[in-house]
């Protein structure tokens, strides 16, 4: 069974740093492109970065480019999202999601992406 674990949330000050991660199992990586998404009460779901299967190329949100950092180690089974210079309008709740078996670059777009983590909520504050 296919499965996706998110960890590393929590609450950090504006200006700080945190390195989500999500455990997958039940299928292989290498295979797959990965997606972080976020959420915050009232609104959708939105895309915040993806690695491809195939060259591990990625793509961003504009608001999050220069700062996140999505990278995978497929002999772990874990892609991570490292999250540097967070601001308060990075909180939300973190998904990170499974697009395949699928070659080429990864789209950051929910509806290709079939199966899901079940969140990590981030926090910025002071």
Not at 22 to 38: E, H, K, N, P, V
Not at 70 to 83: A, G
Not at 88 to 101: I, K, Q, S
């Amino acid at each position: 069974q296919l499965q996706l674990v998110e960890s590393g949330g929590g609450l950090v000050q504006p200006g700080g740093s945190l390195r989500l991660s999500c455990a997958t199992s039940g299928f292989t990586l290498d295979s797959y492109a990965i997606g972080w998404f976020r959420q915050v009460p009232g609104k959708g779901r939105e895309g915040v970065s993806c690695i491809s299967s195939s060259d591990g190329s990625t793509d961003y949100a504009d608001s999050v480019k220069g700062r996140f950092t999505i990278s995978r180690d497929n002999v772990k089974n874990t892609v991570y999202l490292q999250m540097n210079s967070l601001k308060p309008e990075d909180t939300a709740v973190y998904y990170c999601a499974a697009d395949g078996p699928v070659q080429g670059v990864c789209v950051l777009e929910l509806r290709e992406y079939d199966w899901w983590g079940q969140g990590a909520q981030v926090t910025v504050s002071s």
